[in-house]
C-alpha cells in the first residue's frame, strides 16, 4: 500500500511540450521538496539516458510479470512500449515526507485520477501547437516519420483529452517556458499552502524561498 502523505504532483503532455524541462526548473528552484517517481519502460535508453535515473529500463517480460504481481499504481502503452509507476518509486518519495513528482502518460491519469488513495494534483502541459510540436520533435532528430507521424497522431488525442474541463486541475499554456513556469509555480505553491492550511503537511521553506508570491 502507498503510504499516504504530500498530494504527489503529476505532469502530463505530449512528447515535445516542455514537461521535462519545466521539471528541471522546479527541481533546481526546489530541491528539497520534491522527489521523483522513476517509471518503468520498456523503450530503450535514449542517448544520455541512464537506467534508474530518467527511467527503470526493463523487458517486457520483467514488465508483464511486475504488473501480474500488482506492483503497480499505474500502466500504459504508448507508442509500443510499455510504461508505469510502481507503488515503490510513489514509496520512496513519501517516505522522505517530499511531494512525490509522477510524468505519465494520458491513460496513466485516467487510472489514478479519481484515486482517493493518491488524491494527486493534476497539471496538463499543453504545447503552443501541433505545428511547433512536430518542429520540437523533428529538431531531436530521434525519430523515424513513421514513429513521427504516430507521436503526432497521439498528440492530438492527448490535447483534446488534457484540455477538456475538468479533466486536469490546471493546464499549462507552455508557449514561453519563462511564463509557463511561473503558472506552474503559482500553482504548486498555491496548493502547498492551502495543504499547509489544513495540516496536512508543512511546506514552510517552499512558501519562504518563494519571495514573489503574494496570496
Given at each position: 500500500?502507498?503510504k499516504?502523505?504530500p498530494?504527489?504532483?503529476?505532469?502530463?503532455g505530449?512528447?515535445g511540450?516542455g514537461?521535462?524541462?519545466l521539471?528541471?526548473?522546479l527541481?533546481?528552484?526546489f530541491p528539497?521538496?520534491?522527489?521523483f517517481?522513476?517509471?518503468?519502460?520498456?523503450?530503450?535508453p535514449?542517448p544520455g539516458e541512464?537506467?534508474?535515473?530518467?527511467y527503470h529500463?526493463?523487458?517486457v517480460?520483467e514488465?508483464q510479470a511486475?504488473?501480474?504481481k500488482?506492483?503497480?499504481?499505474?500502466?500504459?502503452?504508448?507508442?509500443g512500449?510499455?510504461?508505469?509507476?510502481?507503488?515503490?518509486?510513489?514509496e520512496?518519495?513519501q517516505?522522505?515526507?517530499?511531494?512525490?513528482?509522477?510524468d505519465?502518460?494520458?491513460?496513466?491519469v485516467?487510472?489514478i485520477?479519481?484515486?482517493?488513495?493518491?488524491?494527486?494534483?493534476?497539471v496538463?502541459?499543453n504545447p503552443p501547437?501541433i505545428?511547433e510540436?512536430e518542429?520540437?520533435?523533428?529538431?531531436?532528430q530521434t525519430e523515424?516519420?513513421?514513429s513521427?507521424?504516430?507521436r503526432?497522431?497521439?498528440?492530438?488525442?492527448?490535447i483534446?483529452?488534457?484540455?477538456?474541463?475538468?479533466?486536469?486541475d490546471?493546464?499549462?499554456q507552455?508557449?514561453?517556458?519563462t511564463?509557463?513556469?511561473?503558472?506552474l509555480r503559482d500553482?504548486?505553491?498555491?496548493e502547498?499552502?492551502?495543504?499547509?492550511?489544513?495540516?496536512?503537511?508543512c511546506?514552510?521553506?517552499l512558501?519562504?524561498n518563494y519571495?514573489s508570491?503574494?496570496?
Amino acid at each position: 500500500m502507498v503510504k499516504q502523505g504530500p498530494r504527489p504532483l503529476v505532469i502530463c503532455g505530449p512528447s515535445g511540450s516542455g514537461k521535462s524541462t519545466l521539471l528541471k526548473k522546479l527541481f533546481k528552484e526546489f530541491p528539497d521538496t520534491f522527489g521523483f517517481s522513476v517509471s518503468h519502460t520498456t523503450r530503450k535508453p535514449r542517448p544520455g539516458e541512464e537506467n534508474g535515473i530518467h527511467y527503470h529500463f526493463v523487458s517486457v517480460e520483467e514488465m508483464q510479470a511486475a504488473i501480474e504481481k500488482g506492483e503497480f499504481i499505474e500502466t500504459a502503452v504508448f507508442s509500443g512500449n510499455m510504461y508505469g509507476t510502481s507503488k515503490k518509486a510513489v514509496e520512496n518519495v513519501q517516505h522522505n515526507g517530499k511531494v512525490c513528482v509522477l510524468d505519465i502518460e494520458i491513460e496513466g491519469v485516467k487510472q489514478i485520477r479519481n484515486s482517493e488513495r493518491l488524491n494527486p494534483l493534476l497539471v496538463f502541459v499543453n504545447p503552443p501547437s501541433i505545428e511547433e510540436l512536430e518542429r520540437r520533435l523533428r529538431g531531436r532528430q530521434t525519430e523515424t516519420e513513421e514513429s513521427l507521424q504516430k507521436r503526432l497522431n497521439t498528440a492530438r488525442i492527448e490535447i483534446d483529452y488534457g484540455t477538456t474541463p475538468g479533466n486536469f486541475d490546471v493546464v499549462v499554456q507552455n508557449n514561453t517556458l519563462t511564463q509557463a513556469y511561473d503558472d506552474l509555480r503559482d500553482f504548486i505553491v498555491r496548493e502547498l499552502e492551502t495543504q499547509q492550511n489544513q495540516d496536512v503537511f508543512c511546506v514552510t521553506s517552499l512558501v519562504s524561498n518563494y519571495k514573489s508570491f503574494e496570496v
